[in-house]
């Protein structure tokens, strides 16, 4: 099931999250699905993401976004940015790493996760 929503702040949604915002941040917690959330210049944040693995894609243009994974998450990694830091509290195998990008695993892969901005950090936390 996918949520369409024009409000930055959701919590415990049953089924996919697809959000799109221009100019104020996205808020999610507990969504039971899919995560796609396009922003153009406010953060980004997810934590609660529930398993089995869902893809999870996240791009903003001017601001930062952190996300939350327990740690028996199983994610293809792709994470982007051109002025800012990536960092991530969960192991990573990487298969192409530089200053401004990191492509990689997450407990041997899974579904897919892309996290691009273009002036911010993005930060993988374990919960």
């Known amino acids: 099931m996918k949520f369409m929503v024009e409000c930055p702040v959701l919590s415990d949604v049953d089924g996919g999250a697809v959000v799109r915002t221009s100019f104020g941040s996205a808020f999610l917690q507990g969504v ?11 953060a980004i944040s997810v934590t609660g993401v529930r398993q089995p693995c869902h893809d999870i894609a996240l791009r903003t243009s001017f601001s930062s976004i952190k996300l939350g994974l ?18 991530t509290d969960l192991p990573v ?11 990689g695993t ?3 892969g ?17 919960e």
């Open 106 to 108: 997450i407990n041997g």
């Open 70 to 87: 327990p740690a028996s998450a199983r994610y293809n990694v792709t994470a982007k940015t051109s002025f800012g830091h990536i960092t």
């Open 32 to 42: 039971d699905g899919a995560v796609d959330v396009r922003n153009q210049n406010g």
């Open 110 to 126: 899974g579904c897919r996760l892309e996290l691009v901005t273009a002036n911010g950090n993005v930060t993988i936390d374990k």
């Open 93 to 103: 195998t990487t298969t192409s790493v530089s200053d401004e990008s990191l492509v």
